[in-house]
Each structure stands twice: as structure tokens, then as C-alpha cells.
């Protein structure tokens, strides 16, 4: 009885080492699926986000260039002085452009020796106190601008201060492009609890115009895709974005974004 009570005693631990075993290779096997889900999950997001700045990268610097570009053929003949002005903004923007080109392809491709690259000249990046280079720029180009503060500015969240900025780039460029010889206010209000971001710019009456900007706001074109593309990023914030027609003329974009108060 005793020897048969340790054969089973034996048999029993034996099975149940086993299936303590089998368990332990399932839950490995099921955290490494996990881990691997969880992988892609980010290389997507930052795949989005990446394209997401090269859209907004060459649509603002590119839509620059073509109107300074444009501005100097006209008046090359006429005014020299102020088409070399001009093409002068054309550099400075492709230099800007092939700079945060650079930094973003970086990202895509390190260098192989997992070091930093010094010949990449790295901007800095972008976010609401860097907003008077792309003012200037916006105005050199031919849409007057002023930018009014609101509230005591603080230091932001990373993602939110960038997804700031480019909401002013892109409402500034989609209104350089579609309201040419008009003008843009932005405003800035640091709430308690929020940004708030109001780009308002002066165009043809929503009863008179050729419904251009209108389109655009609704996908029509590649103002449509940027739009969209920071209404996304807004809501990741917890946020809401407004883009549409004025009715006394022009556009204007809103948005509001929460921030945890300091």
C-alpha cells in the first residue's frame, strides 16, 4: 500500500510539473505575441506621425516657395532688387525644407553605427515659441499677420505645442494659397485648463467666392488632407478642431486643446 501510495504520489507530481511547465510556456508565449503587437502598434503610430510632419513639411515650404518664386518672375524685369529679395525667401525655404527633411529621414534611418550623424544640420523643433520665423515668412509672402497672446504662456506638453504650431502653419499656408492679397490674425489664448487657437483670415464673401477654400476644408485637395490630418492629432489630445467658411469673408480655423494645469 505504501509503495503504491508513492508510485501515485510520484505520477501526480510529475503531471502536475508538467502542466505547470505547459503553463508557463503559454503565458511566455502569449506575453511575446503581446509584446510583438505592441511593437508594430508603435512603429504604426510613428509611421503616421512622420508622415503626417513630411505633409505638413512640404506643403508649407513648397506652397512658400511657389509664391515667392512666382512673385520674383513677375517683377524680375521691372524690379530687380525685389525679385533677388524674393528669391532670397525661395532658399531660405528650401533650406529649411532639406533640414527638416533630414531630421525626419534620420528618424527612418539611423546611422548604422548608432551614432549621431554630424553632418545633419537638426532644427529645432517646432512649437509656438518659434512662431515669429513663420509669421515673418507667412507675411514676407504676401498675407499680412498678427499674432496676439492671450493668458500667461507656459511651457506645454511636447506633442500638444507641436500640434499647435502646425495648426497655425497650416491655416496660415491655406490661406496664403486660396486668399491671396488678404490678411490673418492669430490668436493664442493660454486658458487654465486649455490652448485655444483661433486663425481668422479675410477673403471673398462665402455668398460671392469661388467656394475654393470650401472645398479644400471639405478634402478637395491637399488643404483638405492637412486639415483632416491635425483634426486627428487634436483629438488625441482629448481636443476638437473647427475649419469653415466665414460669412463676411475669409476663413476660420479653431481649435481647443486641454492641458493639465500647472
Known sequence: MACAAAAWLGVALVRARRRHDRALEQRGWLLERERESAARTAVDAERARIARELHDIVSHNVSLMIVQASAAREVLA?????????????????????????????????PADGGDDDRTD????????????????????????????????????????????????????????HSPGGKAEVTIRYAERSLRIEVLNTGPSVLTGDGTGERAARGGGGAGRGLLGLRQRVNVYGGDLDARRRLGGGYRVRARIPVDPA
Open 122 to 177: 537638426l532644427a529645432p523643433q517646432p512649437s509656438l515659441s518659434r512662431l515669429s520665423p513663420l509669421i515673418d515668412r507667412i507675411s514676407f509672402a504676401g498675407l499680412p499677420t498678427d499674432v496676439r497672446i492671450s493668458g500667461e504662456p507656459r511651457p506645454l506638453p511636447t506633442g500638444i505645442d507641436v500640434t499647435a504650431y502646425r495648426i497655425v502653419q497650416e491655416a496660415l499656408t491655406n490661406a496664403l494659397k
Open 78 to 110: 521691372s524690379m530687380p532688387e525685389e525679385a533677388v529679395t524674393a528669391l532670397a525667401a525661395v532658399e531660405r525655404a528650401g533650406r529649411d525644407t532639406m533640414t527638416e527633411l533630414r531630421h525626419l529621414l534620420g528618424l527612418l534611418a539611423p
